[in-house]
């Protein structure tokens, strides 16, 4: 199955083209109404462990290291299945990841946009 994935501040203004709309910071983002912020998920399990997490610091120059080592976490038979709920959830519509960092090209949704594609390829 190929489904669309894309990622997008969790910041940015919902469009009609974001299909599903996924959470996938461990950490509420900061300022964001619960009340008033449009998601359909929130998969903070998903999102890399607080020690990976804290290590990377949004550092750039630990980038690899971190791309590395959150794959290996997504490799995990949990996040697998929840990658799977995310799948069917989706039913075929675009899944958009959402993400609080202000770095646009150093973030976990960026690993996992890729990470999700190769699985919704997979199965």
Same mark, same amino acid.
């Given at each position: 199955? !190929?489904?669309?994935?894309?990622?997008?501040?969790? @910041?940015?203004?919902?469009?009609?083209? #974001?299909?599903?709309?996924? *959470? %996938?910071?461990?950490?509420?983002?900061?300022? $964001?109404?619960?009340?008033?912020?449009? +998601?359909?998920?929130?998969?903070?399990?998903? =999102?890399?462990?607080? #020690? *990976?997490?804290?290590? /990377?610091? +949004?550092?750039?120059?630990?980038?690899?290291? /971190?791309?590395?080592?959150? !794959?290996?976490?997504?490799? =995990? #038979?949990?996040?697998?299945? $929840?990658?799977?709920?995310? $799948?069917?959830?989706?039913?075929?519509?675009?899944?958009?990841? *959402? @993400?609080?960092?202000? #770095?646009?090209? +150093?973030?976990?949704? %960026?690993?996992?946009?890729? %990470?999700?594609?190769? +699985?919704?390829?997979?199965?």
């Amino acid at each position: 199955m !190929t489904i669309p994935v894309q990622i997008k501040r969790a @910041y940015e203004s919902p469009a009609e083209s #974001d299909g599903l709309r996924v *959470l %996938v910071d461990r950490l509420w983002p900061r300022g $964001l109404s619960k009340a008033s912020f449009q +998601h359909d998920l929130w998969c903070k399990d998903l =999102a890399p462990s607080t #020690d *990976l997490r804290t290590w /990377f610091g +949004h550092k750039p120059e630990r980038w690899e290291q /971190f791309r590395r080592d959150y !794959t290996a976490e997504l490799q =995990a #038979d949990a996040a697998g299945r $929840l990658m799977d709920d995310i $799948l069917s959830a989706a039913q075929g519509r675009t899944v958009t990841l *959402l @993400y609080g960092a202000r #770095d646009t090209e +150093h973030n976990q949704a %960026v690993v996992l946009a890729r %990470v999700l594609a190769d +699985h919704a390829r997979r199965h």
